[in-house]
T-cell receptor, first 114, second 114 residues
């Protein structure tokens, strides 16, 4: 069975600094997708960024970028120029090609210090 | 652009009562998913619909749980004879056929069983 592990329950960063959230996953599949979702307090989960496993190039969305290491099964999220609005729970998620269910990690609570 | 909506947002019920939640997916999305999220954890998959057909159910979905999507649009999730362990956030998500792996989440229904 596929598993997703986020080893950092909590992280904090100063406003305008850069922070990296870690995620590792375990799978025997070769075609899959990885995601980072953001869940602000009492608000809905938002898709931040996705990575297709067949793509070697790391995905980037404005201040958010990933470091995808397929051989190491590692998928970290880098947030540059952190803003107060980035404070949230961040979940790493996996789905393999043809599957229907997302498998989530336990989440990392990110605090932004002004 | 209307996203995924869920109703109610909060539900408090006494143990043993039945509850029903509703989810309205993004209008052009024919795939719909239910997840459960307990405090401090990532969401866990419950069930999946493609149009009106329920195609996958998790072992988490006990006999007391039933989900429907009668006309392939909105979906309902019913929990009969609620137990305190059912207290959780129930999340609905939807996706299109073209980007089936990219799921968009609603705000969730928070259930508290007293």
């Amino acid at each position: 069975a596929q598993t997703v592990t986020q080893s950092q329950p909590e992280m904090s960063v100063q406003e305008a600094e850069t922070v990296t959230l870690s995620c590792t996953y375990d799978t025997s599949e070769s075609d899959y997708y990885l995601f980072w979702y953001k869940q602000p307090p009492s608000r809905q989960m938002i898709l931040v960024i996705r990575q297709e496993a067949y793509k070697q190039q790391n995905a980037t969305e404005n201040r958010f970028s990933v470091n995808f290491q397929k051989a190491a099964k590692s998928f970290s999220l880098k947030i540059s120029d952190s803003q107060l609005g980035d404070a949230a729970m961040y979940f790493c998620a996996y789905i393999h090609q043809g599957a229907q269910k997302l498998v989530f990690g336990q989440g990392t609570r990110l605090t932004i210090n002004p | 652009d209307t996203g995924v909506s869920q109703d109610p947002r909060h539900k408090i019920t006494k143990r043993g009562q039945n509850v029903t939640f509703r989810c309205d997916p993004i209008s052009e999305h024919n795939r719909l998913y239910w997840y459960r999220q307990t405090l401090g954890q990532g969401p866990e998959f419950l069930t999946y619909f493609q149009n009106e057909a329920q195609l996958e159910k998790s072992r988490l979905l006990s006999d007391r749980f039933s989900a429907e999507r009668p006309k392939g649009s909105f979906s309902t999730l019913e929990i009969q004879r609620t137990e305190q362990g059912d207290s959780a956030m129930y999340l609905c998500a939807s996706s299109s056929n073209r980007l089936s792996y990219e799921q968009y989440f609603g705000p969730g229904t928070r259930l508290t069983v007293t």
